[in-house]
């Protein structure tokens, strides 16, 4: 059921499968006086891809910032697995297994490949343990393998999206917020980059993902939220949302 929300009561929404992993109540939040998030809602639950839909501004970016500590909620809550996690550090969070892969990607300059991979693994005390997911890691995307000494603000845009990922994954995590990973990549490149989230969801991990590509989202989710304006405007299964060309050119007027 394709629900479009009018106020602030969100409506109860059809049956998903599993638990909620991460739920998101009425979250506001600010950039000095600026509101950027108006009482956002959303959850997403065990397993799932979900994708939060919204043109440029929209606040996609800063909901997952309040997920994963970078942003303070100033009201609302947010909850892992009905713990809340809202006043906790960053750092805190990424260690109970919710890691952001953030817009732009963040690569470090002056480290190599393997450097900043190992960085991503500072919540691992176990050395076996990061040099497993080392391997999983270069076993996932070999091109990392082979470039692992060289510097990795000289990969490619697709390269250090890889890079952004692989490092998200060294900490071996439940939940992934992954922020326009298709961004500024050539079709092939979003094409694979697209098929390796479909692939750690399906060993396991569940995802938000970020998207301005609305065909993107969801084609690759389960359920989409639609943000405009610091609000939620819109939530439902992909399948429906993608079937109604409408809705999708409506809200978002983004093709591919
Ligand atoms: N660091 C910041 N300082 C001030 N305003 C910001 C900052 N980051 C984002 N904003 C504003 O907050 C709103 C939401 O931004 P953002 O979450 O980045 O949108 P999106 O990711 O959907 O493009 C926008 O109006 C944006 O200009
Ligand atoms: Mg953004």
Do not use: W
């Not at 009482?39 to 839909?53: A, F, M, R």
């Not at 550090?89 to 297994?97: D, K, T, V």
């Not at 393998?145 to 439940?174: F, N």
Request: no cysteine; hydrophobic share 40%.
């Amino acid at each position: 059921m394709i629900q479009t929300i009018d106020q602030t009561d969100a409506p109860a929404v059809g049956s998903r499968p599993g638990k909620v992993r991460l739920g998101i109540r009425d979250v506001e939040a600010f950039y000095g006086q600026i509101q950027a998030l108006r009482g956002v809602s959303l959850d997403v639950h065990e397993g799932e891809i979900v994708t939060l839909l919204g043109s440029n501004g929209a606040g996609k970016s800063t909901t997952l910032k309040t997920i994963s500590g970078l942003v303070r909620v100033q009201r609302g809550e947010v909850q892992l697995e009905g713990e809340s996690i809202a006043r906790l550090a960053a750092h805190e969070i990424a260690r109970r297994g919710v890691v952001h892969v953030p817009e732009g990607r963040r690569i470090l300059r002056g480290l190599t490949v393997k450097e900043n991979l190992e960085l991503g693994a500072f919540t691992v005390k176990d050395s076996g343990l990061r040099r497993q997911r080392l391997d999983e890691v270069y076993a996932l995307f070999p091109i990392l393998h082979e470039r692992r000494h060289q510097d990795g603000s000289l990969l490619s845009g697709g390269q250090q999206q890889m890079l952004a990922m692989g490092r998200a994954l060294m900490h071996g995590p439940s939940v992934m917020l992954l922020d326009e990973p298709s961004m500024g990549l050539a079709p092939k490149l979003v094409t694979d980059i697209m098929r390796i989230i479909k692939r750690l969801n399906e060993a396991g991990t569940t995802i938000l993902l970020v998207e301005q590509n609305a065909r993107l989202g969801l084609r690759l989710a389960h359920y989409a939220y639609v943000i405009e304006n610091g609000e939620i405007r819109m939530q439902g299964a992909a399948a429906e949302l993608r079937q109604d060309e409408s809705i999708v050119k409506a809200y978002l007027g983004v093709g591919e």
